[in-house]
């Protein structure tokens, strides 16, 4: 039997097709405007039933399938001066505490120029994004710099990356990073192992739904970079309890 009402299937359609929000995000939304919400299960199997207006392909985690091009495997590079994820204590691995960030870039299409430096805290999976000119060592440095000059980040404890040749100087991002923290220590994933840093690809995933491969970021201006910004850190999340990465961001500095 239908548990969405029409004004509850119209106000959905604008938030999930128009405005880009999750089932659950737009749920949460409606909460908090006074709807009388069935929980979140029967949003999506209305949506799999298709009797809201919204399609299964339409909602932002279960895009229609593209095919992929292929390409030949990239050869990857272990830096050899900096400490593996190996090294890097379990506690980390268990979110216990606040502080430690995973990093990665967003690219931009080819011909293109720039790019999108991400890191996102692993507990709070709070997300800073920093506009770049290109991706390399000096545009990552840089961009840290940056970062540390807006005193958005209180606490670094740790940061986990991969092996991209954009991260292999270890020694200045540390430099960049002394102001917070003088004993920073820089983590390299495993080759072809992203869910090692699993938190930030999540964010690159939400930032792709927006600016899908192709986008030209040079043409993006930074005031829509920081509107993205703080879009994903106001969404609902599971893992947080029902809370964003800003209330749970907010909660520990």
Not at 83 to 104: K, N, Q, T, Y
Not at 126 to 150: L, P
Not at 214 to 234: A, C, H, P, Y
């Amino acid at each position: 039997p239908m548990k969405v009402t029409n004004q509850m299937a119209a106000r959905l359609q604008e938030l999930i097709l128009k405005r880009g929000y999750s089932p659950n995000h737009a749920r949460a939304t409606m909460v908090s405007e006074g709807f009388d919400m069935p929980h979140t299960r029967t949003i999506y199997n209305h949506i799999e039933h298709g009797d809201i207006g919204i399609c299964h392909g339409q909602t932002p985690y279960h895009p229609k399938p593209r095919r992929k091009r292929q390409e030949r495997p990239r050869r990857s590079y272990r830096n050899p001066h900096g400490l593996s994820i190996e090294c890097r204590p379990e506690a980390v691995a268990r979110r216990e505490r606040f502080g430690h960030w995973e990093m990665d870039t967003v690219v931009s299409a080819r011909g293109g120029t720039g790019g999108l430096l991400v890191l996102t805290e692993r507990k709070t999976r709070y997300t800073v994004i920093e506009k770049i000119k290109a991706i390399s060592q000096d545009e990552i440095v840089a961009a840290i710099r940056r970062i540390v000059g807006k005193n958005v980040l209180k606490h670094v404890r740790s940061i986990t990356t991969d092996n991209g040749g954009e991260f292999s100087d270890h020694m200045e991002m540390s430099r960049a990073m002394r102001r917070i923290n003088r004993f920073l220590k820089i983590y390299y994933t495993h080759a072809y192992a992203a869910w090692e840093k699993g938190s930030v690809e999540n964010a690159n995933r939400h930032i792709r739904r927006f600016y899908p491969k192709g986008t030209k970021f040079n043409l993006v201006s930074r005031n829509r970079i920081k509107e993205l910004q703080d879009f994903l850190n106001s969404i609902p999340r599971t893992s947080l309890k029902g809370k964003s990465a800003n209330e749970s961001f907010l909660l520990v500095r």
